[in-house]
């Protein structure tokens, strides 16, 4: 197979080309500042109040409770600092917790938090990679006001009981004297889970458009009405005060656009589904494979397998020579040898997280790639096995 065939769809997602026809004019005629008050400036900023209001649509949440970001990563941080920092101002000293599995773009700005004084817990997952609401409970103490949990991971595709949790916080929180604000990195499930808010009980959620076919470099996130935040970045006051900085429009367009899309190819989903079955069901008849997270409440795209006695990275290197792209632990740190948190975290050793592969299916991955991953796989790994030290 002569082309490139990519199976790193949680890593990043080629932008569609329908996102990029929609985003081009804004690079070229309407490249307006939205903060004008001309004709070039209004016509960025309807641009931005559309792709506003898709998102709410897609969230079932209001226009004003959206604000665009920079990325998925400044989205988390604002959440988590610009929530405690609220609550800081009113008098209160805040504990929050998270879970051993979130993304560094949640687990570095906690233990920053912790840093600087503020009382901080890191839930440990099952051995399947669920967080389970017992954990959440017995976390909880009296002067707990944040909770920040993933709802699909990046890296084993384990689905989290997001709406569990926040209906038993909803709950508590109607006896409590403190409330305790819920929020949720949903960068990985946007186009493959409900993500009604109103449904899951989150005051606040965040997404990121390069995951979902959109461009690099656009986050955003939904802040409940109400919910006590100070922004982190200042300046000009945009995005409600909460994000100074002159927007990125074509960026806020095609992330609009792509939210949008996502809803189109809804369908596409089991086809999806399908492929990584095959996959996993192949994967696993090569002796001492194991799959990482529960199978059943797992994204529909992901595959993430511990192969014994081979390096993930080794394994990656050979697949890519072959034209395959592939990952090992997350992509977002794959340039760090240290094993992989989420892996360490359920209960693999270092030597065996080592040795995982992620392989994320998207949009445009057909059956005619998935099978000639599926015929390279078990040769690399029999050459590398033969060479491995392990
Ligand atoms: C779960 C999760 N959260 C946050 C991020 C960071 O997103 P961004 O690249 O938009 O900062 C990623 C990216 O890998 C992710 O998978």
Do not use: W
């Not at 209001?62 to 941080?77: K, L, R």
């Not at 993430?304 to 290197?317: R, T, Y």
Request: charged share 25%; proline share 5%; net charge positive.
């Amino acid at each position: 197979m002569p082309k490139q065939i990519y199976l790193d769809y949680a890593a990043t997602t080629p932008t569609d080309p329908e996102v990029l026809k929609t985003m081009m004019p804004y690079f070229k005629k309407e490249f307006g500042n939205p903060s004008s008050l001309h004709r070039f400036g209004q016509i960025a900023l309807v641009a931005i109040d559309e792709a506003r209001r898709k998102v709410a649509k897609f969230l079932n949440c209001q226009e004003d409770e959206i604000v665009f970001t920079g990325s998925a990563t400044e989205a988390n941080n604002l959440a988590i600092f610009g929530v405690t920092k609220a609550l800081k101002k009113k008098g209160i000293k805040p504990h929050i917790i998270t879970s051993k599995i979130e993304h560094h773009a949640v687990l570095h700005p906690f233990e920053e938090s912790e840093k600087q004084g503020i009382e901080v817990s890191f839930i440990a997952p099952n051995k399947e990679g669920i967080i389970k609401l017992e954990s959440v409970k017995k976390a909880i103490k009296e002067n707990t006001v944040f909770v920040s949990l993933m709802y699909a991971n990046n890296e084993i595709g384990t689905i989290q009981p997001i709406e569990e949790i926040g209906q038993f916080l909803a709950k508590i929180n109607k006896e409590r004297k403190q409330r305790i604000y819920f929020h949720t990195d949903a960068v990985q499930a946007i186009n493959y889970l409900d993500c009604n808010i109103k449904e899951l009980g989150v005051d606040l959620l965040t997404l990121s458009a390069h995951k979902i076919y959109g461009p690099k470099g656009v986050g955003a996130l939904f802040i409940k009405k109400g919910t006590p935040i100070k922004p982190i970045i200042y300046g000009g006051g945009h995005e409600f005060g909460l994000r100074s900085g002159t927007e990125n429009v074509a960026g806020i367009v095609g992330l609009g656009k792509a939210i949008e899309l996502g809803e189109k190819y809804k369908n596409d989903i089991e086809r999806i589904k399908k492929l990584r079955d095959k996959i996993i069901e192949k994967v696993l008849k090569i002796p001492n494979t194991r799959l990482n997270g529960l199978k059943e409440k797992r994204l529909p795209n992901n595959v993430n397998i511990s192969i014994s006695g081979v390096e993930g990275e080794s394994l990656m290197i050979a697949l890519d020579q072959q034209g395959i792209a592939v990952s090992t632990g997350s992509a977002c740190s794959s340039r760090e040898l240290k094993p992989s948190h989420v892996l360490l975290a359920i209960g693999l050793s270092p030597k065996e997280a080592h040795g995982s592969l992620r392989i994320t299916l998207g949009r445009f991955t057909t059956e005619e790639e998935v099978d000639y991953f599926l015929k390279v796989l078990p040769n690399v790994v029999k050459r590398l096995r033969e060479i491995s030290p392990f």
